[in-house]
């Protein structure tokens, strides 16, 4: 990336970055309701705004749409856990057709059955995680959505050591998440990882979406 660009382009990543690891020590502070989503919110708000000013065409369009529903599912799940979850949804929508429509035309048969294992083991593991409990079937559904995304990831001509390992950061993150509200996980553990690898997730990804359109806008 030329040195201007860093110069011109860096505070957006240094602003999430400040607001995404200030937010892991502040998370259970007496804060305001409202400070404090608004504190998690800007994290991937700030990473929508990198992806707007440095991504280009239809695929950076639709990488800043997927941080920008990212932002909002981080402050609706802090309102509503089924409210976040459709956020989020949203965003794994948009970023399956981002990833679609960039497969890799050479898909070795290792790496296709890494992303069907990605796309299969999540639900299962989603459901085994929360079939006590009565919604059980929004969170199935939920993570097989969220494993179609990790698997197109993985597949896609984004590099797999970002982008596919922040989809899989992702998946982690969420069955966490599920496990804490099933009760099955400690939610002191819960609480330690999921905020740091789920941010990590979404910086790996859409740094690595960003920088691969700037040296190839478009696939093939």
């Known amino acids: 990336m030329p040195r201007r660009a860093l110069s011109e382009h860096r505070p957006y990543l240094l602003l999430s970055l400040l607001a995404g690891i200030s937010y892991f020590f502040v998370a259970d502070s007496a804060i305001g309701g409202a400070w404090l989503m608004v504190w998690k919110g800007a994290a991937v708000a700030f ?9 280009r065409g239809l695929d950076g369009a639709l990488i800043a749409i997927v941080m920008a529903l990212g932002a909002l599912g981080d402050v609706a799940i802090e309102i509503d856990l089924i409210a976040g979850g459709a956020g989020f949804a949203l965003a794994h929508l948009v970023a399956i057709a981002l990833y679609l429509r960039n497969l890799r035309i050479k898909r070795p048969g290792s790496q296709n059955a890494a992303a069907l294992a990605l796309a299969v083991f999540a639900p299962l593991l989603a459901w085994l995680i929360t079939r006590n409990d ?12 969220l494993g179609l995304m990790a698997a197109t990831a993985w597949l896609s001509r984004f590099p797999r050591y970002r982008v596919g390992l922040g989809a899989v950061l992702f998946i982690v993150s969420d ?7 099933a009760g099955g996980l400690d939610p002191a553990v819960a609480g330690w990882l999921i905020w740091p690898l789920y941010y990590a997730a979404q910086f790996l990804i859409v740094t690595g979406v960003v920088q691969t359109l700037r040296v190839k806008p478009t696939a093939g």
Do not use: S
């Open 175 to 181: 069955l966490l998440i599920l496990g804490g509200e």
């Open 134 to 145: 009565p919604d059980w079937e929004i969170a199935t559904g939920y993570a097989a959505l």
């Open 47 to 55: 990473l929508a705004v990198y992806a707007t000013q440095r991504g």
